[in-house]
């Protein structure tokens, strides 16, 4: 018999979103910062060594000729380079840039300035623990934020693998109002605001306590409010993913400001890997979220859904704006490839047309990229100026969206098409470069949500499905 689902299309709120001051990751002046990367020192047979060298790296592109110069302050870092048009430089950042402790102002902020606009995406590395982020640049920065980490491992190195943030002012005399989602290294209660001033340049990183077996520690759903526009980076030191699955990575992420989150979201697997996990945070009380039509949880402000066992491409909506992160899970899951690594989910209204990108990390690793694009769009693909074949792309469910999953070689690419569409870069280390791997969304708009008055009644769509 024919069977109808009603799809409501516009949910009958007191607000709609509407958007406005469209922004892309692409600019010309950039405040970032690199966490911490596990252990510095490591203790094997009662002694303790230096941990595997820490490797810190920006990866520039640019359409245009360009002249780039990399500032740190608190290190007398001072570098120029020129990226040529459409292709992508690398440069390495001393290790002493790592942002350590908690609590404590440092003066480690990496400022990038430009004179033609750039992308720009950093590397954060030791042997078998990595990942990377895509640089958000000021044009697209705010000044309220919630973060996407991940919980702490209980007792793993001594405490010492723990949920992170940090925050990096761009303007003098930054008031900086934290609401911590769980108690911090250094004393502040959970749920419990403070205060902190910041001048250009500053760094304040926020680690988790890790008190006890059983308590989470996790930053995940921490609020940052600022009286000037700030860089929030956010995820975790090194951590399994599920919680109780090895081998533990390098988490992070540069976090979009609130205003620019989305509600609809594709997330599609990883090439290679049979399952991964994804996470769902409100910025509003009473938030529902569905999962392939199917509502599976209402949230409020600062609360997570995680599903630890998607196996197939999922799609998200959520009738107020939310921010989607996947995770990659870690080698012993089954799969025997890779490990943890965090990608922060574009929603489709954020979508580009087109993405210049780098695969990081030469050697025994297997690079990809997922592309979610319209049907109408995909005769449209170029990789590097060549077509993609219509045979690659597979439909997302019941949608219009397509997705392909595409292994690409070490290099610099290019990914367009006549319609905006999602991209994703990740890989995975196999041989001497096992128990390892990267990810990063590939870029995105940053159009700024308003409230707008909802004038409209809610539209009705019926479509049909088939069954018994």
């Given at each position: 018999?024919?069977?109808?689902?009603?799809?409501?299309?516009?949910?009958?709120?007191?607000?709609?979103?509407?958007?406005?001051?469209?922004?892309?990751?692409?600019?010309?002046?950039?405040?970032?910062?690199?966490?911490?990367?596990?252990?510095?020192?490591?203790?094997?047979?009662?002694?303790?060594?230096?941990?595997?060298?820490?490797?810190?790296?920006l990866y520039i592109t640019a359409e245009k000729d360009?002249?780039?110069?990399?500032?740190?302050?608190?290190?007398?870092?001072?570098?120029?380079?020129?990226?040529?048009?459409?292709?992508?430089?690398?440069?390495?950042?001393?290790?002493?840039?790592?942002?350590?402790?908690?609590?404590?102002?440092?003066?480690?902020?990496?400022?990038?300035?430009?004179?033609?606009?750039?992308?720009?995406?950093?590397?954060?590395?030791?042997?078998?623990?990595?990942?990377?982020?895509?640089?958000?640049?000021?044009?697209?920065?705010?000044?309220?934020?919630?973060?996407?980490?991940?919980?702490?491992?209980?007792?793993?190195?001594?405490?010492?693998?723990?949920?992170?943030?940090?925050?990096?002012?761009?303007?003098?005399?930054?008031?900086?109002?934290?609401?911590?989602?769980?108690?911090?290294?250094?004393?502040?209660?959970?749920?419990?605001?403070?205060?902190?001033?910041?001048?250009?340049?500053?760094?304040?990183?926020?680690?988790?306590?890790?008190?006890?077996?059983?308590?989470?520690?996790?930053?995940?759903?921490?609020?940052?409010?600022?009286?000037?526009?700030?860089?929030?980076?956010?995820?975790?030191?090194?951590?399994?993913?599920?919680?109780?699955?090895?081998?533990?990575?390098?988490?992070?992420?540069?976090?979009?400001?609130?205003?620019?989150?989305?509600?609809?979201?594709?997330?599609?697997?990883?090439?290679?890997?049979?399952?991964?996990?994804?996470?769902?945070?409100?910025?509003?009380?009473?938030?529902?979220?569905?999962?392939?039509?199917?509502?599976?949880?209402?949230?409020?402000?600062?609360?997570?859904?995680?599903?630890?066992?998607?196996?197939?491409?999922?799609?998200?909506?959520?009738?107020?704006?939310?921010?989607?992160?996947?995770?990659?899970?870690?080698?012993?899951?089954?799969?025997?490839?890779?490990?943890?690594?965090?990608?922060?989910?574009?929603?489709?209204?954020?979508?580009?047309?087109?993405?210049?990108?780098?695969?990081?990390?030469?050697?025994?690793?297997?690079?990809?990229?997922?592309?979610?694009?319209?049907?109408?769009?995909?005769?449209?693909?170029?990789?590097?100026?060549?077509?993609?074949?219509?045979?690659?792309f597979k439909r997302f469910g019941t949608s219009d969206?397509?997705?392909?999953?595409?292994?690409?070689?070490?290099?610099?690419?290019?990914?367009?098409?006549?319609?905006?569409?999602?991209?994703?870069?990740?890989?995975?280390?196999?041989?001497?470069?096992?128990?390892?791997?990267?990810?990063?969304?590939?870029?995105?708009?940053?159009?700024?949500?308003?409230?707008?008055?909802?004038?409209?009644?809610?539209?009705?769509?019926?479509?049909?499905?088939?069954?018994?």
């Amino acid at each position: 018999m024919k069977l109808f689902r009603l799809l409501i299309l516009c949910l009958c709120l007191p607000v709609c979103v509407g958007f406005a001051q469209e922004k892309s990751s692409q600019g010309t002046e950039f405040w970032l910062c690199f966490q911490q990367n596990y252990l510095d020192h490591i203790v094997e047979n009662g002694r303790s060594k230096p941990a595997e060298p820490l490797q810190l790296e920006l990866y520039i592109t640019a359409e245009k000729d360009t002249e780039v110069r990399i500032q740190i302050a608190g290190l007398n870092y001072d570098n120029t380079q020129i990226v040529r048009g459409r292709s992508v430089v690398t440069v390495l950042i001393d290790s002493a840039a790592q942002v350590r402790g908690s609590e404590e102002i440092v003066r480690k902020a990496i400022h990038i300035s430009a004179s033609n606009p750039i992308s720009v995406y950093g590397l954060n590395r030791r042997f078998q623990t990595t990942d990377t982020y895509l640089a958000l640049p000021v044009r697209a920065l705010g000044k309220e934020y919630m973060v996407m980490a991940y919980p702490s491992l209980w007792q793993a190195a001594g405490g010492e693998l723990v949920s992170q943030i940090a925050v990096v002012a761009t303007e003098d005399n930054t008031q900086v109002s934290i609401v911590p989602s769980t108690d911090t290294r250094r004393g502040k209660s959970k749920n419990e605001e403070f205060i902190v001033t910041l001048n250009k340049g500053d760094v304040y990183p926020v680690r988790a306590a890790h008190k006890r077996r059983g308590d989470p520690a996790d930053l995940t759903g921490t609020t940052i409010k600022s009286s000037h526009p700030v860089s929030v980076f956010s995820g975790h030191s090194c951590t399994y993913v599920p919680i109780r699955t090895g081998s533990c990575n390098h988490l992070v992420e540069q976090v979009p400001p609130t205003n620019t989150w989305g509600k609809h979201f594709y997330v599609g697997q990883f090439r290679g890997r049979s399952t991964s996990s994804l996470r769902v945070l409100a910025a509003f009380d009473e938030t529902k979220v569905f999962e392939n039509f199917d509502l599976v949880a209402v949230l409020k402000k600062g609360e997570t859904y995680e599903n630890s066992v998607m196996e197939d491409n999922t799609q998200i909506t959520a009738d107020r704006p939310v921010l989607v992160a996947q995770y990659a899970q870690g080698y012993k899951n089954g799969d025997s490839i890779g490990d943890p690594m965090m990608i922060l989910v574009s929603p489709t209204q954020q979508f580009q047309s087109s993405y210049r990108f780098a695969t990081p990390i030469n050697g025994a690793w297997d690079h990809y990229v997922n592309i979610v694009v319209p049907q109408q769009g995909i005769d449209g693909m170029r990789l590097n100026g060549a077509p993609l074949g219509r045979s690659l792309f597979k439909r997302f469910g019941t949608s219009d969206y397509f997705i392909a999953q595409i292994d690409v070689p070490f290099g610099t690419h290019t990914l367009s098409c006549s319609l905006p569409f999602g991209m994703y870069s990740y890989g995975f280390g196999f041989q001497k470069d096992a128990y390892d791997a990267y990810g990063n969304m590939g870029g995105q708009n940053f159009k700024v949500w308003q409230d707008v008055a909802d004038t409209e009644p809610p539209t009705i769509e019926m479509v049909e499905e088939r069954g018994g």
